[in-house]
């Protein structure tokens, strides 16, 4: 494997450098997050963000996005051990090059007339949006790449944070390039 | 036809050509005993869970069939969380029907209620909580699919009481699509471009050998195995969960390798230039330590299972495909590799000088408990079924039992699970009754499941348990020994506590002690001659004895320790 480091913005990284993206489609039965997470956990491979929803217009199955540490261990070692498990039905490894990452961030910071101003140009220039306001707190969304995630967390712990959400990501295959599945 | 759950289940079991399960009955699984009246399937009362999990293995490594186990909710399904667990470190075919308690009372705390599918889902291959009688059918086609195709494991069916309760229209699925499992592709094509390097990589080695694991069992290729040998002359090495797989008489064959294999063995991996694995996934108990296990060496991986490839060592050839495909292939492809006469006159030297020895018996006892294997081996019917526990005995039973065929060695590889012979030896002897079945046993091992031997007596399976009673847990206390300044730490049993002639005739069977050589021999004899009750022999034997040779945990194979005996032997 020769995973090249996604480039980010700003210094703050959740991702470690060797990190893979795993497409992984599975049965949509009870249990079956159970089953992986446990997987990953007896193995010692660590989940670096998991994220889950019923897959593309069929309730039999769901999706479920893992970004996976490949340097806790061999990525050839996780799916092949993934693959074992009878509900796991398609795998895709996605290297970060050759993926398109999406991830959400909501997060709620406490404003006042001094830092408000502040806060607004932040919110512009990262092309995050704002969600929901009260006179002393601004609730503020950005959709985007994990690195843009990753910046604007960094950006807003300059002000006094009330709750900061991450969802985890998800990934397509970027047009033109080919994932092994 | 309508059906309750409990019959469809019965009857399910049955459209699966299923003849015997090993069970004991409870709360949550009583609908499913009253229609087992009315079946043709032999029930075996057991005595303890445990005992039900182990029987239903021997009798699957005996048989080659899968062994059935049946236990209800609570603790009769966490009492057989060990066999569930030694059959997936040995990939053992097992179904195991737990009951459940109604569905409406799961995750209330009911009582005898457990999570089991979530306690076994690391240890089974697959498993099942059923949610309707009408997918009963189904839960059990799936089961013995999963349970015997691709790398085989135990899978486990929980069935709710209310769900064997409720009524059903009668289905069984005929085709694998009904079974609905999308993400289960046990085989695939093999892939003639790895075929033809593994050839390739044949023909140019000088010093090959084949690494032979439980996967050529599991996999019936004991046949490919011989003809693929016999014509590349290569020589044969059998793990622990391989014995069987490769006739011990036979002059290619070097035994046993790893932790308390021969030397022989031990020594050819470590020298050769090409070692291909057939179904063996470099156990460190085989490979010592790792990075000086066969450095030289070229490795060709042959496995059904891909997540065996690379996970130890890196293979410059895998091969995903059961083993008796791949030798076929290999022999359709005629590689042979170089002349091996040098690497022959290298094993040969190594077999004259290192084979295995003991200590010469004294007759007045104690006995060697080596000798009493040979003396046991000796004189058993050809085809004789040997189970053993864990520990000493079974290596020294692996070590001094010739094996010649498939199914004759029933054994706890991977796990370790001590008290697993007296249970298996049943399952076995069981799937089997037309064969003599042993088993050798330690006092240690013997003490956690002998209650079995009730089991036995009162089904009429006639089986036969030597133990090798040297009043210790054996192995642990040879690591003492050696590795801990002689330091015994609770490892001390008692020869006489209990008196295992009594405990054997309190539960019916016959018992026999033999203190020395004229008595070990009059009692196998004695023993040989009785076929209607299980016979137990207490072997007392000396506490001192060591099984060699020994590569110590974590050291390197060509540290290997031979017997002392042979200590001042040229290398």
């Keep these: 494997m020769s995973a090249t480091p996604e480039p980010f913005l700003g210094t703050v990284s959740h991702t470690p450098v060797r990190h893979h993206i795993l497409s992984v489609l599975v049965e949509n039965k009870a249990g079956v997050l159970a089953r992986i997470a446990g997987l990953f956990a007896r193995r010692g491979f660590n989940i670096y963000s998991l994220a889950v929803a019923p897959a593309e217009g069929n309730a039999r199955f769901s999706r479920v996005t893992i970004v996976v540490d490949a340097e806790s261990a061999p990525l050839e070692q996780i799916v092949g051990q993934l693959d074992k498990l009878v509900n796991v039905v398609q795998i895709t490894d996605l290297a970060p090059k050759d993926a398109l990452e999406r991830e959400l961030l909501i997060a709620t910071v406490a404003v006042d007339d001094a830092n408000r101003a502040a806060l607004l140009d932040t919110v512009a220039s990262a092309g995050a949006s704002i969600v929901d306001v009260d006179s002393n707190s601004v609730t503020v969304m950005l959709a985007g790449t994990p690195g843009a995630c990753d910046h604007i967390e960094k950006t807003l712990e300059s002000f006094a944070q009330v709750e900061l959400h991450r969802t985890g990501r998800v990934a397509l295959p970027r047009l033109g390039r080919t994932a092994s599945a | ?571």
């Design chain 2, 1 to 571: 036809m309508q059906l309750t759950g409990a019959q469809a289940l019965i009857k399910s079991l049955e459209q699966e050509g299923v003849d015997t399960i090993f069970g004991l009955p409870g709360g949550a699984i009583l609908p499913v005993y009253d229609p087992l009246i009315d079946s043709t399937i032999r029930h075996i009362l057991v005595r303890h869970e445990q005992g039900a999990g182990h029987m239903a293995e021997g009798y699957a490594l005996a048989t080659g069939r899968p062994g059935v186990a049946m236990v209800t909710s609570g603790p009769g399904a966490t009492n057989i969380v060990t066999p569930i667990g030694n059959a997936h470190m040995d990939s053992t075919p097992l179904v195991v029907i737990t009951g459940q308690v109604a569905t409406g009372s799961i995750g209330t705390d009911a009582f005898q209620e457990c999570d089991i599918t979530g306690i076994t889902m690391g240890i089974t291959k697959h498993n099942f909580l059923v949610q309707s009688a009408q997918e009963i059918p189904r839960a059990v086609a799936a089961a013995f699919h999963l349970a015997t195709t691709g790398r085989p494991g135990p899978v486990l069916i929980d069935v709710p009481k209310d769900v064997t309760q409720s009524m059903m229209d009668w289905w069984y699925p005929t085709t694998i699509e009904e079974l609905d499992l999308p993400g289960y592709r046990p085989e695939i094509p093999l892939d003639d471009d790895a075929v033809a390097r593994a050839a390739d990589l044949i023909a140019r080695s000088e010093r090959p050998v084949l690494y032979v694991g439980g996967g050529t069992l599991k996999s019936h290729a004991a046949k490919e195995l011989l003809a693929f040998a016999e014509r590349t002359k290569m020589p044969v090495v059998t793990t622990l969960m391989a014995r069987g797989a490769f006739p011990d008489s036979h002059v290619q064959h070097l035994g046993m390798p790893g932790m308390h294999g021969m030397y022989t063995a031990v020594t050819a991996i470590q020298r050769c230039d090409l070692l291909i694995s057939l179904g063996a996934r470099f156990d460190d108990r085989v490979t010592g330590k790792i990075s000086a296990f066969a450095p030289d060496a070229k490795v060709v991986h042959v496995d059904i299972d891909k997540a065996e490839f690379n996970k130890v060592r890196r293979a410059d050839v895998s091969i995903r495909a059961n083993v008796a495909s791949v030798l076929r292939a290999l022999d359709d492809r005629g590689a042979v590799p170089r002349n091996l006469d040098a690497w022959w006159t290298d094993i040969d030297s190594w077999r004259e000088r290192f084979p295995l020895v003991y200590d010469e018996p004294t007759s007045d006892g104690p006995l060697r408990p080596q000798h009493v294997i040979e003396a046991i081996a000796a004189s058993a019917a050809p085809g004789t079924i040997v189970s053993a526990g864990v520990g000493q005995h079974q290596m020294w039973a692996s070590q001094f039992w010739k094996f010649e065929e498939p199914g004759t060695w029933v054994n706890s590889g991977g796990a370790g699970t001590m008290g697993f012979g007296v249970p298996a030896a049943i399952g076995a002897k069981v799937g089997r009754p037309d064969r003599t079945v042993w088993c050798i046993d330690g006092d240690g091992c013997f003490q956690m499941t002998a209650q079995e031997l009730v089991t036995a007596r009162s089904e009429g399976i006639p089986i036969k348990v030597a133990i090798l009673n040297n009043a210790y847990l054996g192995m642990v206390r040879q690591w003492q020994e050696m590795f801990y300044e002689e330091r015994y730490s609770e490892v001390y049993l008692n020869a006489d506590l209990p008196d295992y002639v009594k405990w054997a005739e309190a539960m019916g069977c016959v018992g026999l002690r033999a203190r020395n050589l004229k008595e070990m021999h009059e009692v196998i004899e004695q023993a040989n001659r009785i076929n209607d009750v299980p016979v137990v022999i207490d072997f007392r034997t000396d506490s001192s004895e060591k099984v060699f040779p020994m590569v110590a945990a974590g050291a390197s194979n060509d540290d290997i320790m031979v017997h002392p005996l042979q200590r001042g032997a040229v290398r």
